[in-house]
């Protein structure tokens, strides 16, 4: 009897494996929902502009006035040329723009539908598809100012810049693993907030967005051992110098290829529990 009782308290060898399967079920299912995820970033978009005389046109503006007072602030005594810091400021926006609203909105994911995910059988992952789909299509907007001042500032030069189209695509594919990763930790303790919101409000002013990192300086260190330098490098290397920075997308492989497999077995291992936790 005892060696019974001690047979089914034992967990099955392929536990992990079976909820790891579970979990990737969940990803691809969300994906396929797409139209959903889709519809309900473009719901988000014009409610946020909802009742405005211009609607998201805002949005340009908004990302056009932000500019212009970065560079009147920094930019006048900048190391750059005027127009290189423009455009090495307006690429390190657009950039930044996208990643972290990803991440700060990544831990309530999921805390934020709790009606959704209480009151349907949709999957998961399908929430982190619409902030990323949200956050992109906003982003398309900001990005029209950011090419008017790109062509005034006489970038991009040369074809290589559409090398930056794929460091978009590169974005989307890192964002759905950091909001399930994040997500799941906001679920299972609110603190996570707390901490992701200080962290990135420090990691701006110390990543290379509106300053730059000058060889043999302090800010060229920093820049170096921040992990965000390398996604940002990857996008704005090729609209500013015409050239593919291999060195940052290796790094960045190295670390989206990371971010999942650890998203991946985290949110396998929450995934029955979040529901629980909201």
């Not at 139209?35 to 309900?40: I, P, S, V």
């Not at 127009?83 to 926006?93: E, M, P, S």
């Not at 260190?221 to 291999?246: C, D, K």
Request: proline share 5%.
């Amino acid at each position: 009897m005892n060696n019974l009782t001690s047979a089914k308290e034992v967990p099955p060898a392929n536990g992990l494996a079976t909820l790891v399967g579970i979990a990737l079920q969940d990803i691809v299912a969300g994906a396929r929902h797409y139209r959903l995820w889709l519809a309900l970033a473009k719901e988000d978009v014009l409610d946020a502009y909802r009742h405005t005389s211009i609607g998201v046109l805002w949005a340009v503006f908004s990302f056009s006035f932000y500019t212009i007072s970065i560079v009147l602030v920094f930019g006048l005594g900048a190391s750059l040329p005027n127009k290189l810091y423009i455009a090495h400021l307006v690429t390190g926006l657009l950039a930044w723009n996208f990643i972290s609203p990803i991440v700060n909105q990544g831990v309530t994911v999921f805390t934020s539908q709790v009606s959704y995910i209480k009151g349907s059988k949709l999957p998961l992952s399908l929430f982190t598809y619409h902030v990323m789909a949200r956050n992109l299509m906003l982003d398309g907007f900001a990005a029209l100012g950011g090419i008017g001042f790109l062509i005034w500032s006489g970038y991009p030069s040369s074809w290589v810049a559409l090398a930056a189209l794929p460091a978009i695509g590169f974005f989307i594919f890192t964002a759905i693993p950091v909001q399930l990763l994040l997500g799941s930790l906001g679920a299972y303790t609110r603190d996570v907030k707390q901490i992701i919101e200080n962290v990135m409000r420090s990691v701006f002013f110390l990543t290379p967005v509106i300053w730059t990192a000058a060889p043999g300086t302090h800010r060229e260190i920093i820049a170096r051992y921040n992990p965000f330098t390398s996604y940002i490098e990857i996008f704005r290397i090729p609209i500013l110098e015409g050239r593919i920075p291999w060195d940052n997308w290796l790094e960045c492989l190295i670390m989206t290829g990371s971010i999942w497999a650890v998203a991946v077995l985290i949110f396998a291992a929450t995934r029955r529990h979040i529901v629980f936790w909201l």
